[in-house]
């Protein structure tokens, strides 16, 4: 079986990793009330990762249309072809607007960006756009987190309930 070129394999499981890194520091530093002393503890961190994701998605999509990708088994059904691509495209739909819209919501609202070591701004302050970039954040990193376990179930189903090594598409990722 034709695999997924080691760039688009590593890339996808470091990119996984963080993502779902992200979702569980988001989930919690929201949690913690506004005026607690480690509140904005993990901040600079979720920041700087979350750029890093940004960037990296952007080297993806560009990996995933100049190299070559493992095409679907003839032997399966057409609505599950339908199915995974719809999947992927709005897998990577989300890995991009999840990470502009808190992009959106910290610089927007007057909170510099972190990149590890340095912060710095983009846009400038403008409260109605950091509301919408926040009412974005708050939806979308949870709708990705859906997808992701579809996603999940669709490799699954593949390995374990059709039972044929030709359907069986982890192998083209790992
Ligand atoms: C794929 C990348 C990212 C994921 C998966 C992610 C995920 C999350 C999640 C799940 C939350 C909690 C939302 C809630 O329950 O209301 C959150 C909050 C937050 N995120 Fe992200 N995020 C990402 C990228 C970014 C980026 C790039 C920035 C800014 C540069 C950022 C800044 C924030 C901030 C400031 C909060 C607010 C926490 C609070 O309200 O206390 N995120 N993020
Ligand atoms: C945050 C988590 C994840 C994201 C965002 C994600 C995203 C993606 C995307 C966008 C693709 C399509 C690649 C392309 O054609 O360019 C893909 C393919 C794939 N992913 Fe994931 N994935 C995640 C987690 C997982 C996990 C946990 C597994 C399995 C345990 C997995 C297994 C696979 C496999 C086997 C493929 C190839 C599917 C095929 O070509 O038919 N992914 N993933």
């Not at 994701?53 to 995933?64: E, Q």
């Amino acid at each position: 079986m034709q695999k997924y070129t080691l760039t688009m394999r590593l890339l996808h499981w470091f990119m996984a990793i963080l993502i779902l890194g992200l979702i569980a520091t988001g989930w919690y530093m929201e949690g913690i009330p506004r005026d607690a002393p480690n509140k904005y503890d993990l901040y600079s961190w979720h920041k700087s990762f979350g750029l890093t994701l940004f960037l990296l998605v952007l080297v993806r999509f560009i990996v995933r249309i100049t190299s070559k990708r493992p095409s679907l088994s003839e032997k399966m059904p057409s609505w599950e072809k339908q199915l995974s691509r719809a999947g992927h495209f709005f897998l990577y739909l989300l890995m991009f607007f999840v990470p502009l819209s808190g992009i959106i919501m910290s610089d927007a609202g007057g909170h510099p960006l972190n990149f590890f070591f340095t912060s710095f701004d983009i846009l400038v302050t403008d409260k109605k756009l950091a509301s919408i970039g926040a009412d974005f954040h708050a939806i979308l990193p949870y709708v990705l987190l859906g997808i992701v376990v579809l996603h999940l179930f669709g490799v699954l189903k593949h390995k374990f309930i059709d039972k044929d090594p030709e359907l069986d598409v982890l192998k083209k990722m790992l």
